[in-house]
């Protein structure tokens, strides 16, 4: 196409496209309406990732709950002379008027809620889950969940007297556009680097729960052993940097285990030619700020001792 086809197409597509663009950046989430007088200052959207739900707050640390799928959320600025109860009890009474509904947790107040406090491990809940509700005492949250037969959903809300945050996060399967690698791709990357990523090992969130179409990959890794006798290999587990790093730690450690002893019970590998061993966070491969850097982080490896 020439640069003038070109500049005649955008001609005619950017007066369609730009009105319905700036629609959608200024839309509410058709699961949370705004509260009447609002005005919406930012939204964001991810298409899958991993989120800490806070579900309550003991001895300065926020209680997390990690879910995982399609992440909104948004910003909206409060009309003038409205108190954060008003404005809570509305969102609260719009939502439990639809179906499946269950609130999960409220609080007020800095002490009740920590939201703006700085944990023992120095990380407020915008550390968290990038909920920032500022460092002002009159702060409200409630967190719950819509489940019906069409829906899963966790909904989360901060107020302050200035803004109203709110997360939405949308249970959903992640798009598996990652191929299995064959054994053969293992191995070459095993003599090239001494270690190959496995990818299309997948996990239930925040548990150590392989999952089914998980399979694929771990036949790969089984033949690979299968076809070289001698060959000893670690699995090691790796998280993102969301979350306490603790928690991490021990969850990539149950994920190796796990698929360690996937590859032992189901097709019959050796128990000595296999450890395991996990990292959590330590060792990234990507910048974890970003979703898609997140994803590379969560992995599990194959490495020669």
Known sequence: MTRR???????????????????????????????????????VEEAFT???????????????????????????NNPPGRSTLEVLRNYLAALQAQPGFRLDWECAGRAACGSTARTPQG???????RMNVGAGGDVRYA?????????EAFIAIGVTPQRTLVHVLEVAPMQTQMVAPDAATL??????????????????????TL??????????????LQ???????????????????????ALSRRRAARVREALVERHGIDPARLTAEGFGQAQPVADNATPEGRARNRRVELVRP
């Open 123 to 129: 990380r407020g809940w915008d550390g968290v889950n």
């Open 211 to 224: 999952r089914p179409e998980s399979d694929a990959a771990l036949a790969q890794a089984a033949a690979l």
């Open 5 to 43: 086809a070109l500049a005649m197409l955008m001609g005619v597509l950017l007066p369609v496209l730009l009105p319905w663009v700036e629609a959608r950046a200024q839309a509410d989430h058709p699961l949370v309406g705004r509260y009447e007088g609002a005005t919406l200052r930012d939204r």
């Open 50 to 76: 991993i989120y800490p739900r806070i579900i309550g707050f003991e001895d300065g640390t926020p209680l997390i709950e990690l879910r995982e799928g399609k992440l909104t959320r948004l910003a909206y």
């Open 227 to 249: 076809s070289q006798p001698g060959l000893r290999l670690r699995v090691e587990g790796h998280t993102d940097a969301e979350g306490a790093a603790a928690f991490n730690l």
């Open 187 to 208: 191995a070459a990357e095993l003599d090239r680097s001494g270690r190959a990523t496995l990818p299309g090992v997948f996990f239930d969130t925040g548990e150590d």
């Open 143 to 151: 967190t719950g969940q819509i489940a019906t037969v069409a829906t």
